[in-house]
DNA sequence: TTTTGTGAAGACATTCACAGCG
DNA sequence: CGCTGTGAATGTCTTCACAAAA
């Protein structure tokens, strides 16, 4: 896991030889090697793994930055400005690798082992994410399913992850190494549930739950809120009557 | 519906008496009661939603922009700032009536009646959408469930919403003056769908298929992708383990 | 030639700081 | 007094435009 960003960054300022920067100490040189990489890029390295996927299963083997520019409607500045922020990826005068980039992405996101996620939460959402096969091929496992009222759900069939107690939580947890907890339960009790997450060691929350949680800052939250995107779609959709 | 904008920006020029600009036809002025507002500021309301009713449930009445700032952890000028594109809400040296804020947002988010939704895709995610009670809070309503194959899903209880082939998909969204499609199929069916939601005559679509998707310009699209947003958790992760 | 990688410019968003009002 | 509403200042992100590389 740890390799995972020795690809980052990796440019030698053109203007400094090694020998040079070794005898020397540069106040500045430790700054450039740590340029801060924004939110927004990080958001669509996703995008980026998305359509060359698309891009491989259309046969696809070097795509140049327009080329994938019109496939997520983007700027292609802006993607090979994303890009050059982790290292040269691209062939000058030809595009970029498609096979390559796509491995490069993983390592860059962290994914190239599976991590491993416990489900708080088996109502309906929960069971929903349960059989969500899509996590497997993106890198992510559920590996442990935990619930207020374990005899709920679906019943257990042979070959189904069993829906344990949440006083097993931290046990749970510690014993399968697992780091990523998924909320998915009412608002009411998703605060609490991040607590017990955090003090199980976890360190990302993926909240399914329309509140605000909080959590020490070494750990992570991501919330995806329904409602809220609905309440956006909804504004876009007043605004055009208007005209 | 028509009315659900007419608080905007009804602020008028101090500078100009409304005599004066009944008079004379001044160029400026169409301009002024357009100011564009960001894209980040629409996002943030659905949270101020959210900040607002849990204040109620506390017994709230009034907050200042610090309250609500440290509830969903932004800046209090981001908040006056936010609210300030849609009107003046607050009482200098008070703050802001929580009730009264709540139904301005809802007006301005366009939530004053009920949008009424067809769900495309009767899977797992499909059926926990369907089970997901929280939409009718928001201000949403699933009014009809299509699926390739309508036999499958959960056995279909009295009262339930029967499950539609897709033939009669353009009929029913006609029918029942449907507004709103929610994409909920797999990746390679999702564009074909999202064609015939758009020739069904839907105005915004929210994608749950992790793929790409295009529709004219009139149709607002919003996608909402799990894998994504696990691997912006992913990348986080890694990266702190490089600390 | 073509297309990358990247400073500089421009657009956009956030925060500061204070006048103005209750 | 306290807090809003808002220009001005600052910070961040996107796009342009071109030198450098294959």
């Known amino acids: 896991m740890a390799d995972a960003f020795e690809t980052f960054n990796r440019k030698t300022p053109r203007c400094l030889s090694t020998k040079f920067s070794d005898r020397i100490q540069i106040r500045e040189l430790p700054e450039l090697s ?19 996927n698309q891009a491989t299963d259309e046969g696809i083997q070097i795509a140049s930055s327009a080329e994938l520019a019109k496939r997520c409607r983007l700027n292609p ?27 490069n992405l993983k390592i860059i996101l962290g994914i190239t082992t599976i991590w491993k996620m416990a489900l708080i939460g088996a ?25 207020k009222y374990p005899g709920r759900g679906r019943p257990q069939k042979p070959g189904t992850l069993p829906i344990r107690p949440m006083k097993t939580l931290k046990p749970t ?3 399968r190494s697992i780091e990523i907890g998924i909320v998915a339960v009412p608002s009411e009790a998703a605060q609490g549930v991040v607590a017990q997450l955090v003090e199980a060691g976890v360190r990302g929350i993926l909240n399914f739950a329309p509140t605000q949680v909080t959590a020490p800052s070494n750990v992570t939250i991501k919330n995806v809120d329904l409602g809220s995107e609905l309440e956006h779609l909804s504004y876009h959709l007043s605004k055009l009557d208007e005209e």
Do not use: M
């Open 34 to 52: 740590k340029k801060k990489i924004p939110e927004a890029t990080i958001r669509r390295l996703s995008t980026y793994q998305q359509i060359l």
């Open 77 to 103: 500045a802006q993607i090979r400005k994303d890009l050059a922020y982790f290292g040269e990826f691209g062939v000058r005068g030809k595009g970029y690798d498609v096979k390559n980039l796509q491995e």
């Open 123 to 147: 109502g309906n959402l929960g069971s929903a994410l349960l059989a969500h096969k899509e996590f497997l091929s993106h890198g992510f496992i559920i590996d442990a399913v935990f619930d």
């Open 173 to 175: 947890i510690h014993q």
